[in-house]
């Protein structure tokens, strides 16, 4: 019994060293990332250049705003569905309740950061020099990234004004749901929202956020009440670990489809930057997923026990490894994909994000449905053998099917339908 009571504090007070380390991790391979990737390649003359606050700056405040909502995430988690509780919150929830409102106000502040670097890395300009308020204000207003990371802002601070005061776990529920939503603004005006086929790499982007959010939020979380030797921690942990299985598989899954939109060929995963950063990325998501199946083989049952040495040690490396992976992933943003600088895209694909489908004169049912547009269109119908775009087919099939008299298509006479009067 002294041995637990005299190893008790000190492994609590072991706890915040664990969160900055990681936090440091993170920042630290954030920095290697970029520099390994050219994302902070040297000032070419006569070519304007936004100085070194902004081209450092921009990847460590965005480190620090993804770490921190993710804790802020975690502890809505751990108050709101892995605590064991009733409609009101337990003195134990309201606790992280708090640990949660600290967090994103750091997740605001760091969002508020990145905006004013994010504009002075579009404008290639030093911070000092156009970070005025009216050029701030008006990047939100005119621009979608300024509007984005202006959201995030908003959203964070609501989320910290959210968390004061608040006492049922349904206010806990709707400020996770906030905190969630407030991760997404900026995924739909990336890289990715400029890339081909940006409909499968947007999804895939705020799947792989939406994991990785539960996943590591949740993981600290679990890790500090262990650790903090909370009542409820075997409980939290039995209920976190299904959720961390399905996170893993989203994370794995999205990041897949994102590397087949990126990649131009699986030649370049191992010959350019981007894909030998991408590939450290998916070894750390192995180990990551041979530490989950430790935990739950070992570390999960001793825990359960009331043996939670093993459970802690294995979740703070963990979650140092998770923190280089997060640095990594800052990194690969920061990285240019292979061949982005040589493709040209057509007005078509640059709005859409793929191709027109081609004329379906094109394809052999072409006669058969032109045939079966005139046998249900009027006598003085006439249908051009070929019609101009699949727009022109659609406006032909939608009068024939009983549309209005005057509709007209851009590749056919005016017809009528046979169920309107003569």
């Known amino acids: 019994m002294a041995t637990e009571t005299t190893t008790a504090p000190r492994r609590t007070a072991r706890l915040p060293l664990v969160l900055v380390t990681s936090l440091g991790v993170a920042v630290a391979v954030t920095i290697l990332a970029v520099w390994a990737g050219g994302g902070a390649d040297t000032a070419v003359a006569g070519i304007p250049d936004p100085g070194a606050l902004t081209t450092w700056g921009l990847p460590v405040a965005r480190t620090v705003s993804n770490a921190s909502a993710l804790a802020t995430i975690g502890a809505l988690l751990l108050v709101a569905v892995l605590l064991p509780g009733s409609r009101r919150l337990g003195p134990a929830q309201l606790r992280y309740l708090n640990w949660a409102a600290a967090s994103a106000v750091l997740w605001a502040a760091a969002s508020a950061a990145t905006l004013v670097l994010t504009l002075a890395d579009l404008f290639a300009q030093p911070v000092d020099e156009i970070a005025s308020p009216a050029v701030v204000a008006d990047f939100i207003t005119t621009d979608a990234q300024g509007r984005s990371y202006a959201l995030m802002t908003a959203a964070a601070g609501a989320v910290a004004t959210l968390c004061v005061g608040i006492g049922r776990a349904s206010w806990a529920r709707l400020a996770l749901l906030l905190a969630l939503a407030g991760l997404m603004p ?11 086929n940006h409909d499968a790499a947007v999804v895939s982007l705020a799947l792989h ?17 262990a650790a903090r030797r909370e009542e409820q921690a075997a409980a939290a942990v ?10 893993l598989l989203a994370v794995a899954a999205s990041g897949l489809v994102n590397a087949a939109v990126r990649l131009p060929s699986l030649g370049d995963v191992f010959t350019s930057r981007y894909g030998l950063i991408m590939l450290a990325k ?17 570390a999960i049952p001793g825990l359960n026990d009331g043996r939670r040495r ?6 703070a490396g963990e979650l140092l490894l998770m923190a280089a992976a997060m640095g990594l992933a800052v990194g690969l943003a ?3 994909a292979p061949g982005t600088g040589d493709a040209s895209l ?5 709005l859409l994000g793929f191709a027109m489908p081609p004329p379906l004169g094109d394809f052999p049912w072409t006669p058969l449905f032109t045939q079966w547009i ?7 119908v006439q249908v051009p053998p070929r019609c101009c775009t699949w727009r022109a087919y659609a406006s032909c099939a939608l009068g024939a099917t009983g549309g209005r008299s005057d509709a007209r298509s851009r590749g056919c006479w005016a017809w009528r339908s046979p169920w309107s009067r003569p």
């Open 186 to 196: 900026p995924v739909f005006t990336g890289h990715s929202s400029a890339a081909g």
């Open 209 to 225: 956020l939406l994991g990785a959010a539960v996943w590591v939020g949740g993981l600290v979380f679990v890790l500090v009440v």
């Open 238 to 247: 039995r209920r976190f670990s299904p959720l961390a299985g399905w996170a």
């Open 282 to 298: 998916a070894a750390a998501l192995v180990l990551l997923g041979g530490i989950g199946r430790w935990h739950r083989s070992r």
């Open 310 to 315: 093993a459970f802690v040690r294995l979740a």
């Open 334 to 336: 920061r990285t240019p």
């Open 346 to 350: 057509s007005p078509t694909e640059e």
């Open 374 to 380: 005139s046998t249900r269109c009027s006598p003085s």
